[in-house]
């Protein structure tokens, strides 16, 4: 049994490596979105309401004038169906929530679905611990992405200081801490990236998202153990890692 001040102080201890890496991404964000013209009015409106740093990243990649609404609506369905799966998985998990759902729903992201999910193999759960992550993901994110907009000038070439490597970093560390072997986790990480590899080779747009999310779902349901059917939820989980 835990008190919500422990869950406050093990969210807050949670997060702070994500946040750190999900902050050179914004401050990136906000400098590319400078460079379309975009104020960092617009900025936080886009990162309030959207909140989703790989389907910003592109629209602001695609955006132009007049704006493609049509291309970036469907860029955005496709890179955030993923969350979909992230939702099936944790929507057990969160139950207790009550009609705070809602607002984790909203609040879901990759940084804190991974650190839940991490959390509920070992304890449940709370409703203190989901939201000290998630909300502190979403406050460092709406104000380092004003700020990339802002001193956006000094943020050139992001890679000459290592800050395009950030993110990709946080994710590779937040997958190892899922890693159950070669045996189980291998086929699935395999899968994965076989299919998203081969379909961004073949097929333009973000399909490649869903085609590696796909066949690692598959990948985990097949190489699941027989004697435990109970564990095909958590390998579905397991497979969008």
Do not use: C
Request: positive net charge; without cysteine.
């Amino acid at each position: 049994m835990t008190t919500p001040f422990a869950d406050f102080r093990a969210g807050l201890i949670a997060v702070f490596p994500t946040v750190a890496a999900a902050v050179p991404f914004a401050l990136i964000l906000g400098q590319q979105a400078t460079e379309k013209g975009l104020t960092p009015a617009e900025m936080l409106a886009m990162s309030s309401i959207v909140f989703a740093g790989s389907s910003q990243l592109i629209a602001v990649g695609l955006w132009s004038t007049p704006t493609p609404v049509a291309a970036l609506a469907l860029m955005a369905l496709l890179v955030n169906l993923r969350h979909t799966l992230m939702g099936a998985s944790l929507s057990g998990k969160i139950a207790h929530f009550g009609r705070w759902r809602y607002l984790a729903a909203f609040l879901l992201t990759d940084e804190s679905w991974a650190l839940s999910e991490r959390r509920a193999v070992d304890r449940p759960i709370s409703r203190t611990f989901y939201f000290t992550v998630a909300l502190t993901m979403f406050v460092f994110w709406q104000v380092a992405s004003v700020l990339g907009t802002v001193f956006g000038a000094y943020l050139k070439h992001p890679e000459a200081f290592g800050l395009d490597f950030a993110f990709p970093a946080i994710f590779i560390a937040l997958a190892l801490g899922f890693w159950k072997g070669a045996r189980r986790t291998g086929p699935v990480l395999v899968a994965s990236a076989v299919a998203a590899v081969a379909v961004h080779a073949t097929v333009p747009g973000a399909w490649y998202v869903i085609a590696g999310a796909l066949a690692g779902i598959a990948a985990a349901v097949i190489t699941a153990p027989r004697e435990a059917p109970a564990e095909t939820l958590d390998s579905l989980g397991e497979a969008t890692r």
